[in-house]
């Protein structure tokens, strides 16, 4: 049973290395030139690049956390920079309603 599982949990580990290795594969741009485009858009009037990042294959896009220069209560930027046009914008990703206080 236990050689059962060992075996399970390796193949697991194969597929998950596989998968992540065929997303880098398919991307045409790579972090370093994403980061390139992100340094020379309006992303860097805004605030500074963080180091966290992910590429999301779906929009074909490189998500690059920002630390904004003047932050905006509930929200989480992030330089989005685009594989397709080489552009890149601020996505702010805020929450939703924030109630006032009274």
């Keep these: 049973m236990k050689k059962i ?3 399970c949990l390796l193949a ?3 597929f998950v290395s596989c998968a992540k290795e065929e997303t880098i594969k398919e991307t ?4 370093e030139e ?6 020379n858009s309006d992303c860097i009037n805004e605030g500074t690049l963080k180091t966290t990042n992910v590429y999301n294959p779906n929009s074909k896009t490189w998500w690059i956390d920002l630390e904004p220069n003047i932050p905006e209560p509930g929200c989480s930027p992030a330089c ?4 397709e046009t080489k552009t890149a914008e601020i996505n702010w990703r805020c929450t939703g309603l924030i ?3 009274e």
């Design 80 to 83: 989005v920079v685009s594989e």
């Design 5 to 7: 599982i060992t075996i």
């Design 34 to 39: 994403a980061i390139e485009i992100a340094e």
């Design 28 to 31: 045409s741009i790579t972090l």
């Design 12 to 14: 697991i580990l194969l």
């Design 99 to 101: 109630v006032p206080e």
